[in-house]
């Protein structure tokens, strides 16, 4: 058996810096001309893209149990720990196992009310032609959702320290993963230096909650936080109560972030779509009209987002790297290979979808899979999304009180590109105009 087949035949620097330029665009050409899997050629060790549903399949879920995440996961974990995103093995089955059950939909409900009220009161501040720079607008709007579903706190100060190391840790992250020299981190530098000042704050702000609560008798609050207290003890779990708000915060932020930014992005560009949209939330004015437990009154809007998420999945690739050698399709795959199964590949792959890249929400009335792992917005195999539900709730309850009160006008062009690393994130601002609706 052969290895994959090496694109394209430049120099590995040159590829790299290809690469590096626009990595959607190398992989589209490297997918067209050798399909999959085929090796990408760079100078920064053994990547092979995945573009094929099967062989998605079987390294995400059908023999999962011979791979790890990626190397770039060494840099996720100095600020998330061991937190479920980052741990493996045992460790990352317990937990998994653990807090499973907190993101069952009847769970969940308990923090609607919360998410509902954070959209509407932001809604309210909104008025008729303001300009909306959606994608810094829904990561302040995500965030504080996040950290009122997570560790809730009447505490000010304790929020909005919160939301700063939260932006700050992913910035850290993507910088380190982007920068092939790092220097250790003992070393004093300027961003270093706020890095352990902003761990050390997060500690003292987390305990600071734990305490907040436990003087609480009886405390009623229902959020992550409370959860983990009651599976976990305080002082001994300490770390690990941290790792686990931290690793949601990150984990839930930016997706649900960049979920709301694109969808809200190509419903201002699709008129006709809105103006459904809005023909099915109109009448829907309190969270008791929704009846999320079932959407059988919110179907549009379901696949409104399902679509938005197969154009532009937030979390656009999944790296694992081969414990042992493997076999994919005809090829061999060493170990050490770090294959990346490219969600945005699937979802735009022409065997499997009709007219990829056409925002068309109706595929998703009637669509019928040809294959289960084509469409992964929230990963595959074991190590699916555990925040999915929340996730939907979230971005179906924010839509649902945009669109009901504001038009949505295009400020941005409607194609934007891309500035991806860890999620998909756009290369420029993007923005849209509002118009009141009644
Ligand atoms: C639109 C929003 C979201 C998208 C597109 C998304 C996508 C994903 C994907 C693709 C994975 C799999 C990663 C892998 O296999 O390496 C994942 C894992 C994860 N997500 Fe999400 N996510 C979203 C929202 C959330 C939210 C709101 C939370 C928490 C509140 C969350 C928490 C997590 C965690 C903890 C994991 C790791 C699960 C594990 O390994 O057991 N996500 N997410």
């Given at each position: 058996m052969k290895p994959p087949k090496a694109f394209p035949e430049n120099t590995k620097f040159q590829n790299l810096k290809k690469f590096q330029a626009s990595p959607i665009l190398y992989m589209k050409e490297a997918a067209a001309k050798?399909?999959?899997?085929?090796?990408?050629?760079?100078?920064i060790g053994k990547f092979a893209l995945i573009s094929d549903p099967d062989q998605a399949q079987h390294v995400l879920a059908n023999n999962h149990g011979n791979y790890t995440k990626s190397n770039g996961y060494k840099q996720v974990a100095l600020v998330l720990g061991n937190g479920l995103l980052t741990a493996e093995g045992d460790e990352w089955h317990q937990n998994r196992k653990m807090l499973q059950?907190?993101?069952h939909k009847t769970e969940l409900r308990k923090l609607l009310p919360a998410v509902w009220q954070t959209g509407a009161q932001y809604i309210s501040g909104l008025s008729s032609h303001d300009d909306l720079r959606l994608d810094t607008e829904m990561n302040g709007l995500t965030l504080t959702i996040l950290l009122n579903s997570l560790?809730?706190?009447?505490d000010e100060e304790i929020l909005t320290k919160m939301s700063d190391h939260v932006n700050f840790g992913q910035e850290f992250i993507v910088n380190r993963i982007r920068n092939p020299f790092k220097w250790p981190l003992w070393i004093p530098t300027q961003n270093h230096r706020r890095y352990h000042a902003m761990m050390a704050d997060s500690n003292e702000l987390i305990q600071r909650t734990i305490d907040e609560r436990s003087a609480i008798y009886g405390s009623d609050i229902e959020d992550l936080l409370a959860v983990l207290l009651s599976k976990l003890d305080a002082e001994k779990d300490f770390i690990q109560i941290r790792d686990e708000i931290l690793t949601f915060l990150v984990a839930g932020h930016e997706t649900s972030s960049l979920g709301m930014t694109w969808t809200l992005h190509l419903l201002a560009h699709h008129p006709e779509i809105q103006d459904r949209l809005y023909e099915e939330v109109?009448?829907?004015?309190?969270?008791?009209?929704?009846?999320?437990?079932?959407f059988s009154n919110l179907k549009y809007t379901g696949q409104v987002i399902k679509e938005s998420m197969r154009m532009y999945p937030p979390i656009w690739n999944i790296v694992r790297k081969a414990k042992a050698n493997d076999q994919l399709g005809a090829c061999e795959i060493e170990a050490g290979y770090q294959l990346m199964n490219s969600i945005y590949e699937l979802h735009h792959h022409a065997d499997y979808w009709d007219d990829p890249d056409t925002f068309n929400p109706d595929r998703f009335e009637t669509y019928d899979f040809k294959h289960k792992f084509q469409y992964l917005p929230f990963g595959g195999?074991?190590?699916?999304?555990?925040g999915n539900n929340f996730a939907i709730y979230e971005m179906t309850l924010l839509l649902v009180q945009f669109v009901r009160s504001f038009q949505l006008e295009p400020l941005s062009p409607k194609s934007i590109g891309f500035n991806p690393l860890l999620t998909l994130r756009p290369d420029q601002s993007v923005s849209v105009r509002l118009k009141c609706r009644k």
């Open positions: 050798y399909g999959s899997p085929v090796d990408l050629n760079l100078p059950s907190s993101f560790i809730h706190s009447s109109a009448e829907l004015v309190t969270l008791e009209d929704l009846d999320l437990m079932n195999g074991p190590r699916f999304c555990i």
